[in-house]
Every structure is written in structure tokens, then in C-alpha cells.
């Protein structure tokens, strides 16, 4: 079965505070890609990283960081010093090698209070 | 900038009417997906397309149809509308993909479906 999972539904952090959001994955593929969204309160789904299995190199964008751990099963995504715009629900996604589908895990839904 | 739009942001319809979703896109993509977004359940596929007139269920097709005569334009239809298919619907599309040009999708800003 391929799945994702994640497990926090809910987070809520001050301004300035470091969060991770986990996800936890599983397929029985040994290619396969692993994606971030973010939703804002608009709705439109918002890309953030793509990886693929064979890339296990943690990457950095700004205050964006992403973990991924295929002994872990886990690709988790990191916001440094969080702003109150990095409020919205984030999505995790794995797209197995053999089809253009993606399959999304049930979404963690951050709150920043300033 | 890939450009994906859905015909309504909010709609309200009756029980048992008939529904149509529309979705188009203006990058030439050949992919095009239908999902629905329930709190605590994430984005379900229902249906997508991989060129004109090819469709293929997702993960719950039961009570909807899609349609797709042009390129740019992928239908979603609820043949009678119940209150259980009240829901936000999200529309994607992108470019082929195989093992080594993973694209991701491009998604519209949504439709929230009321059926009361």
C-alpha cells in the first residue's frame, strides 16, 4: 500500500519560533518523488520542494528546510524563525515512479500568532 | 506563470440537481486532475486525464463524471448531488511525467460545493 501520513494536525507557534512539520511515508517502490505544498487561506495549493528517492541531500531555502530520511520513511519540512505569512495548511505528497498521481497526506494545519 | 482556473469559487446547490465543475488551464498540459479536500482526510483524487478525451478513475469516482473534449479544459460532473459530495474541489494539471521529469502540478484556486 503507499500512504502518507501526518500525524500533527494541528500546530500553533508564536512569531519567531522554529517549527517542523512531520511527514511519514510508505511504498514499496524504489523510485518514487516526495513533494511539500502549502495552502494559504486563498486555497490555491502552493508548491514548495520536490525530491526523489535516489536524493537523500537535506536542502535549504531561507528560512524552508527540508529532511529527508529514506531509512525513516520521513520527509520533514522545517520553517526557521516563523512569520505570521507562513500561516496555512501544508501538505505532504508521494507520487510513486509509474503514475502521474499523486497521493497527499491529511494535512497539518499551522497557525503563527504574533 | 501556469495559470489553472476553476469556473466558481463558492457554488450552493439542492440535492439531486445536476452540477458541473470547470476547470481550465493555459500551459498546453496534457494531465489534468479532480480532487476533493475534507478537514482531516487531505486531497482524494476522483478523476484525472491524461489527454483529450482519456479519463481514469482516482481513488473515489462514485457519483461524478468528468469530461474532457479540448486540452485546456477538464469537467467535473455530479450527476444528482448529494449533501455528502459538499466539499472543496481542487482542479490540477501538468505536464507529462515519466521516472526522470517528475513535474509537479499546478493547482486552482478551488471550488467550495455546498449541497443542501
Known amino acids: 500500500a503507499q500512504k502518507v501520513t501526518q500525524a500533527q494536525t494541528e500546530i500553533s507557534v508564536v512569531e519567531k519560533e522554529d517549527v517542523t512539520l512531520d511527514c511519514v511515508y510508505e511504498t514499496r517502490d524504489t523510485t518514487y518523488y516526495l513533494f511539500w505544498y502549502k495552502q494559504p487561506p486563498s486555497g490555491e495549493l502552493v508548491f514548495l520542494i520536490r525530491?526523489?528517492?535516489?536524493?537523500?541531500q537535506n536542502e535549504i531555502s531561507g528560512r524552508y528546510s527540508w529532511n529527508f530520511q529514506k531509512s525513516t520513511s520521513s520527509f520533514n519540512f522545517t520553517i526557521t524563525a516563523s512569520q505570521v505569512v507562513d500561516s496555512a495548511v501544508y501538505f505532504c505528497?508521494?507520487?510513486?515512479?509509474?503514475?502521474?498521481?499523486?497521493?497527499f497526506g491529511q494535512g497539518t494545519t499551522l497557525q503563527v500568532k504574533p | 506563470d501556469v495559470k489553472v482556473t476553476q469556473s466558481s469559487r463558492y457554488l450552493v446547490k439542492r440535492t439531486g440537481e445536476k452540477v458541473f465543475l470547470e476547470c481550465v488551464q493555459d500551459?498546453?498540459?496534457?494531465?489534468m486532475f479532480w480532487y476533493r479536500q475534507d478537514p482531516g482526510l487531505g486531497l482524494r483524487l476522483i478523476y484525472f486525464?491524461?489527454?483529450?478525451?482519456?479519463?481514469e478513475k482516482g481513488d473515489i469516482p462514485e457519483g461524478y463524471s468528468v469530461s474532457r473534449e479540448k486540452k485546456e479544459r477538464f469537467s467535473l460532473i455530479l450527476e444528482s448531488a448529494s449533501t455528502n459530495q459538499t466539499s472543496m474541489y481542487l482542479c490540477a494539471s501538468n505536464p507529462p511525467n515519466s521516472e526522470w521529469s517528475p513535474y509537479e502540478q499546478y493547482f486552482g484556486p478551488g471550488t467550495r460545493l455546498t449541497v443542501t
Open positions: 525530491r526523489n528517492s535516489f536524493d537523500e
Open positions: 505528497a508521494l507520487r510513486p515512479s509509474n503514475t502521474g498521481k499523486l497521493i
Open positions: 486525464s491524461y489527454d483529450v478525451k482519456m479519463k
Open positions: 500551459m498546453d498540459h496534457e494531465n
